[in-house]
């Protein structure tokens, strides 16, 4: 069953309300209304809502007590549904706990409209939730659960909670962050429309756009039977990920589906295939180590590197790979127009995850690698490993770089997020001839690559590196290469 997309118009004026969903109408199925979020003499306008007729509306009048903003009494409440009674109004989302009179129902019924009746549990899932909605459904034309999920470890619970509800007509939400696949996947739960919002804060993964729902993740299109992919990480707000395999899949018309999935614990999402059909994930921090720990099958980079990025379904159990060590080495072999990395000298900045999995790259192409780390003992433990030499990130390290510097590798995390004016290479004095790599894509050009280029040398940018190692991915799903006009069109990523 496709699943429809309703915008949530919750304005002060219906004026501004329509305004809104004139500006979503091309990606919006059907509206749902708070008139709780009108101011009160906006409410006495709701006969002229010109949408009426027009799509299916939702009116909704949330109490302060459920999590709306209505302050009226309950008098005030029965006296505005029998005002609007005759006005059309396909639905009334009415709240557990505070029916409506008989009558009062039975005459808007008898008009053609129909009962939502639903709970909103803030605190989480509740046990007997699956028992309350079939309560709620007497009486009833479906029934909406929408629960707060504070963390991943009770995503699966609602999938199973899908399951227990068999047929019974609902829609299904796992509000906040933690419970966007809830949103997307609402034909895996049987819902019957999902919700978007007109204003998603941009760290809010929780809250969707109606465009992004249908354009992006192709909500009326994927259906339960269809493959699932994502990437798993905590933040993962950032990921450019779902906006990539999406687009791949849309451009060769394969009706899977890419999602970004917040967690605590990379089983708690994995476990979700016991619901959807979810055949693979991206991994990235702080759950490479585990991708590589609890795979049934390992590919020799992830067993040198201690770490997995791509998880993959297949029938012994998940297999795990390692597509940033060839996502990252591509780049610079194209830079070089070369099939191997003999006879250079390179140094390597920072000794962490990502160090590690460029560091076995470099010497696997015959690479000579210098590895320069703030704290020393990892940088020295890492070269140890990896049979590299190792130095202090500092100026005292500057002969050995001058023996090492046919390109420089930046992978620390200094020049992104909190560290974005961090150039942990600032003591260095360029000669316009290395070939300076950052692998940091977040922002396009950090402060090492413009201190670099500045001086004349030729850059490597980290989206080259995520591209790289995305579209691998993409055929390690799919079995497909990623389409080649995509991989560098910019306006993926803006
Ligand atoms: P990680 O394991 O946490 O390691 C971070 C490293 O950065 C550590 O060696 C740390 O040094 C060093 N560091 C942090 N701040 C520093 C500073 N101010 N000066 C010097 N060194 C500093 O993280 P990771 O997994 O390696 O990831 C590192 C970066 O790679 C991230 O920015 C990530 O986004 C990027 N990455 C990009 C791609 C891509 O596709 N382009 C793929 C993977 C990763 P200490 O050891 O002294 O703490």
Redesign the pocket.
Known sequence: MPLNICLVLAEESLARDLEVYEQHRDWVDMVELRADKLRPEERTKLRTWPLLGKIPNILTLRRTTDGGDYRGDDEDRLAFYQMHCDEGWDWWDIEEGHPLPENLESEYRSRGGKILRSFHDFQGLPPDAAERARAMFRGSDAVKIAVALKDSSTLGNVFELAEELNNLPRVIIGMGAYGLATRVLGSALGSLWTYATSHPGPNDLGQIDPKTLKEVYRVHQWTSDDAVYGVVGNPIHHSKSPIFHNAGFRALGIRSVYLPFLANNLEDVLRIREYVNLRGVSVT?PFKEQAAHLAAVTEESVRACKAANTLVLTAGGWAAHNT?TL?FLRPLLKKWGCSDLKGKKITVI??????RGVVWALKQAGAQVLIL???FA?AEALARDLDALAAP?APESLDLVEKHQDAVIQ????G?AD?ID?D?FSFYPWSGKEIAYD???NPPITKFLEHAQSRGCQIIR?VE??VE?ASEQFELFTGLEYPQNLMHDPKLFT
């Open positions: 921090i940033d996502g920072g000794s962490g995850g990502a160090a780390g703030r704290t990892r990130l992978t620390t995390s200094a992104m560290q961090v942990p692998i940091i894509y980290g590196m995520f190692q």
